[in-house]
């Protein structure tokens, strides 16, 4: 799906060949020239929606059953053309609506709204997302016909007052959610009461009503603000009526006696709440004593001025990356040290408090394995975070060979261990504990000494709670890292960390990418392990730059730590305490010092740094793909 993104050329037919391709949308660019599917599309391939490009050939293969969209095309404005790709189908998903149960609909007051019953009233209404139904073709309305029946008979079996509903405009979201307009109409009355509507409220959000798991999957609810006023009334009046007005009327009157005099007091708070909101940092003056003074613990706040003037007004030859946060420039501070500084998009800005509640988090997290908040800045419209310069790139630029310099067996135990006691500080000494939510190789950086610094808590979470357990409404993450148990069921815990750091692990032994070419490393190395013979019979597995005519001495026992990291449910995952403590165990048995330093620089690894680049210019610090996931995923 990349609509409205300008793109321009020809289409090449091996796109349409990519295997479980269903669905492509490119509506609204510029594609030009001839579309070709070629003979060898994928089998699963249901609609190509090309309108309004500049296509002006088609090459149709004799047998297919693709639906093809290519209205506001060349190819369909020119004299004398037809054929059923240059007009829109019918039946589209967004076209979709429940139809009446075999009634005329009645034309009702302003905000009312006639049912599929044909009756006027006032709907409770909402939207239902979808985040991974498997299937694609929104065209079809027999499935969400079967969606219909089945809420209808929930609603009825239970007893909630419901007198029909209407399924609209079934459409996905950027996030590629399925989102589907609900309105639910009242039994019995025009209106529903508190009850019903809470009633209702808790079985949708709540997830009581449970759709076929093959059909939808699963969703979450947000409801529309729904109006309890009688209203639409009119035109009934009475004595008992004219008295019952005067009565409040005079009473209002009394009120607003009263009222005067507490108006100002109030005028005055919601201008310190006002001021509050939008200058949340107002109070942060080291100087005044004020109880609302965080503890920084080192940050600085710069100003726009401080931070323009020491990146070269943010030059581009300061332009180090790019990502869905922003840009990030490096900077000198006035003391020589060097500076990444994240400056934030207008559009991916955050609210004041909450960027002073993150600052405040991230401020009291400082452990030599963690990449260090610092500074922020909070003026002039700007939201900027300024991090420690790390210079010797990621784990996964030094596993592709990107860096410059060799990781042997001994140098991936160090690195293994730093990051593994960075992620353990999180869980266990950070106060609130914290979830990274995006471990991987792209987020744990080098330093000049090669000290395993894990990055980028973009995704993180704390948890104050006593049960130290999240529930998201959204999933993120980085596929190929991502625990398959939070995926399904949204709770976020410190295992899902774990999980991923156990693909981290297996990576540094392989260097292969978690997901490649539909290979995902667990079940390779699950299917390649032999425990009866040397090394695990992963010798074909393993990264040959590893060092295997050395002896490997603890990497069963590596491979071991790794696969319990990797286990299906949290519960039978270790914690990262014992990680650490596993790993420490396996340096030990290869004659090293967990505790000792690494080399005294990264030249003493023979480090080049020739064409390379630094970790903050690769875009996947800032990429989580954690909103686009396939229907079904396999941890195995």
């Not at 609509?3 to 391709?21: H, K, M, Y």
């Not at 073709?137 to 909630?160: D, G, S």
């Not at 959000?205 to 699963?218: A, D, H, L, R, V």
């Amino acid at each position: 799906m990349m609509n409205n993104t300008n793109l321009v050329g020809r289409l090449p037919a091996e796109l349409f060949s990519i295997p479980q391709l269903q669905n492509v949308d490119l509506s609204n660019n510029r594609l030009n020239g001839t579309l070709d599917l070629g003979s060898s599309h994928s089998n699963q391939l249901q609609q190509v929606n090309l309108q309004n490009n500049q296509i002006d050939v088609f090459t149709q293969s004799r047998d297919y059953s693709i639906q093809v969209i290519l209205v506001g095309n060349p190819i369909c404005t020119e004299t004398g053309t037809t054929g059923e790709f240059c007009s829109l189908p019918t039946n589209t998903g967004s076209q979709y609506s429940t139809p009446s149960n075999n009634c005329s609909p009645t034309p009702c007051r302003s905000g009312q709204v006639s049912s599929p019953n044909c009756r006027c009233a006032y709907p409770y209404t909402g939207s239902l997302i979808f985040r991974a139904p498997p299937f694609s073709n929104l065209a079809n309305p027999t499935i969400f016909e079967n969606l219909h029946n089945q809420m209808i008979n929930y609603f009825r079996t239970n007893q909630l007052a419901v007198d029909s509903l209407s399924l609209r405009d079934p459409r996905r979201n950027l996030d590629d959610y399925l989102v589907i307009n609900l309105q639910l109409f009242p039994s019995g009355d025009e209106r529903f009461n508190r009850t019903g509507i809470l009633d209702i409220g808790f079985s949708l959000s709540n997830q009581t009503f449970k759709p076929m798991e093959n059909t939808f999957g699963t969703y979450f609810f947000q409801a529309d603000n729904y109006d309890f006023s009688a209203g639409g009334a009119g035109g009934k009046s009475s004595n008992s009526g004219v008295i019952v007005g005067a009565v409040v009327g005079g009473c209002v009157l009394v009120a607003l006696l009263v009222l005067a005099g507490i108006y100002a007091l109030r005028k005055k708070d919601q201008a310190e709440r006002a001021t509050h909101e939008t200058s949340p940092f107002a109070l942060w003056d080291e100087n005044n004593g004020s109880g609302a003074v965080p503890q920084l613990k080192g940050t600085k706040a710069f100003s726009f001025e401080e931070l323009s003037k020491y990146t070269n007004n943010f030059s581009e030859s300061n332009n180090i990356g790019t990502g869905g946060y922003g840009m990030v420039y490096k900077g000198s501070l006035p003391n020589g040290q060097l500076v990444a500084i994240k400056r934030a998009t207008r559009g991916s800005t955050q609210g004041g408090l909450e960027f002073k509640t993150e600052i405040e988090l991230l401020s009291r997290v400082h452990h030599k394995n963690l990449v260090s908040l610092v500074g922020f800045c909070f003026d002039q419209g700007e939201q900027m975070l300024v991090y420690e310069f790390i210079v010797n790139g990621t784990v996964k630029d030094s596993l592709s060979g990107r860096s410059g310099f060799r990781l042997d067996w001994i140098r991936r135990l160090r690195i293994a261990l730093g990051s593994a006691k960075g992620l353990q500080y999180l869980h266990d000494l950070a106060d609130p504990p914290i979830i990274h939510r995006d471990v991987k190789t792209n987020n744990i950086l080098l330093d000049e000494r090669l000290v395993a610094k894990v990055a980028d808590f973009g995704l993180s979470k704390s948890l104050g709670d006593a049960n130290r357990t999240h529930v998201t409404t959204q999933v993120k993450g980085t596929m190929g890292y991502m625990d398959p148990e939070y995926y399904m069921t949204n709770q976020l815990t410190e295992k899902s960390d774990v999980y991923s750091f156990g693909v981290v692990l297996l990576e540094l032994i392989t260097a292969r990418n978690p997901i490649e070419k539909g290979k995902y490393i667990v079940r390779e190395v699950k299917e390649a392990m032999d425990r009866s013979k040397e090394l695990y019979n992963l010798q074909d597995v393993l990264d040959p730059t590893i060092g295997l005519s050395t002896q490997l001495q603890g990497l069963e026992r590596f491979v071991d730590i790794a696969l319990r990291c990797v286990e299906e449910t949290g519960d039978r995952r270790p914690t990262m305490s014992e990680v650490v403590k596993e790993i420490e165990s396996i340096m030990e048995v290869a004659g090293l010092n967990p505790n000792a330093e690494s080399a005294s620089n990264s030249a003493s690894y023979g480090y080049t740094n020739k064409g390379s680049e630094h970790p903050y210019t690769n875009d996947s610090l800032f990429a989580y793909s954690g909103d686009h996931f396939p229907a079904k995923l396999d941890p195995k």
